[in-house]
């Protein structure tokens, strides 16, 4: 698995933006939003259990995200129109406020090493990139176990003091002074 320091790799992929069928499906890539922080998360399938609760909870918080200058992203290896019938069948997902991509060739999630092995789905990765696309957080786990959006959003906050941050650091707190 890719991992921190290291470069995200470049993609251009297919993504569901909102569950009207005209204006549903774009395409998107490394450079769809020049200067932000990215959060990218990948989970391994729609029509699942685990799955639409993380989405959910990620988008309860896109307000915080996107105080932060952070696009939220979620990923797996299904089709666009796979993604836009999920999206249109789960209530909790109708009005998701962030896009879902299709790596449906599975290139970006085989570059990055969080396929699983037998079935060749993602499995659960969570990946916050600087603007300069740089891998500054990444996690994975195991497909039975959400993630904690306010987790991701704590180390974010974190990441962009710059600064030493000690164990249960929250925003507002202090940080570590060296010297």
């Known amino acids: 698995m890719l991992s921190v320091g290291q470069r995200f790799p470049d993609f251009r992929l297919k993504a569901v933006t909102s569950t009207d069928l005209e204006n549903a499906f774009t395409t998107l890539d490394q450079d769809s939003f020049p200067g932000k922080w990215r959060l990218v998360f990948f989970y391994p399938k729609d029509f699942t259990f685990v799955c639409p609760t993380e989405l959910s909870g990620f988008g309860k ?27 249109r069948d789960h209530d909790d997902l109708r009005e998701l406020p962030y896009p879902m991509l299709s790596d449906i ?13 037998e079935e060749l789905v993602c499995h659960r990765a969570t990946f916050l990139v600087d603007p300069e696309g740089i891998i500054r957080y990444a996690e994975m ?7 904690n959006p ?6 974010l906050d974190a990441l962009q003091t710059g600064e030493l941050c000690p164990c249960n650091w929250k925003k507002d707190d202090a940080t570590l002074q060296v010297g």
């Open 61 to 87: 918080l896109l307000g915080e995200f996107e105080d932060r200058d952070c696009q939220i992203l979620a990923a797996s290896t299904d089709s666009e129109c796979v993604h836009l019938a999920w999206r």
């Open 105 to 117: 060739r599975r290139d970006l999630s085989t570059e990055l090493g969080i396929l699983e092995p």
């Open 141 to 147: 786990s195991d497909p039975s176990v959400g993630r």
């Open 150 to 155: 306010d987790e991701v959003l704590r180390v």
